[in-house]
């Protein structure tokens, strides 16, 4: 994989950001690695997904997908740990990875993927969390965060909104206003974010 250029998207509440790159010669390639993770072993976990398929969380360690980890740790150990400037000893280091495939009326409910603490494993803490899009049909759906810290999913719902009617608005689309930003992937796009931000995914309306 290239070097990437790493780039924040700046989210509008609570300081919450986002970290992306793109890395579109790579998309196909990881594409029919999740493919063939789908042949070899078609029972899927069922965690955040509604649907669809969800791979075990250990393909980090499978050679198809080292280039995928090494520009993972490379791009964290670099311009994530300056950013949230870290002493030089911390290191980041992939624990899970797992692959995900919705297909149509598939979709993922919030969550997030922050461990409780504790003495044994603490090293095992996620900090970072991300998503690597290898395929991105028309229609798919989007991925949304929220700048609640509830764990809604934990409580069978889904986060709260406050609605303004929009009679009373002179820009309906104002961002303060949301406190859901949803972002349209594209193939070969790379998302980083800090673990405790709940995410999901919407339904895929994809027929590819």
């Excluded at 050679?63 to 964290?76: N, P, S």
């Excluded at 979709?107 to 003495?119: F, G, T």
């Excluded at 991300?130 to 719902?157: C, E, H, M």
């Excluded at 995914?201 to 994809?206: G, H, I, W």
Aim: aromatic share 12%; with cysteine; proline share 6%.
């Amino acid at each position: 994989m290239d070097k990437g250029n790493l780039k924040l998207i700046n989210l509008y509440f609570d300081q919450n950001y986002i970290w992306k790159d793109c890395f579109p010669n790579d998309a196909v390639k990881f594409k029919m690695a999740a493919e063939q993770l789908l042949e070899t072993d078609p029972e899927s976990r069922s965690v955040s997904n509604i649907g669809g398929y969800q791979s075990i969380d250990d393909i980090h360690t499978r050679d198809e997908f080292k280039d995928l980890v090494h520009t993972i740790e490379t791009q964290a150990n670099i311009q994530i740990h300056q950013e949230l400037e870290l002493v030089d000893n911390v290191k980041f280091t992939v624990i899970n990875m797992w692959a995900n495939i919705n297909w149509n009326g598939n979709s993922n409910s919030y969550h997030c993927h922050v461990n409780p603490p504790s003495e044994s494993r603490i090293a095992n803490t996620p900090v970072i969390s991300g998503v690597f899009y290898a395929y991105v049909p028309n229609d798919s759906g989007r991925i949304a965060f929220t700048s609640n810290k509830t764990n809604y999913q934990r409580l069978g719902l889904e986060p709260p909104k406050v609605n303004i009617p929009e009679i009373f608005l002179k820009n309906v689309d104002n961002p303060l206003l949301n406190n859901i930003y949803y972002y349209q992937p594209i193939d070969g796009d790379i998302l980083y974010f800090m673990s405790d931000v709940l995410h999901g995914v919407e339904p895929s309306k994809a027929t590819d």
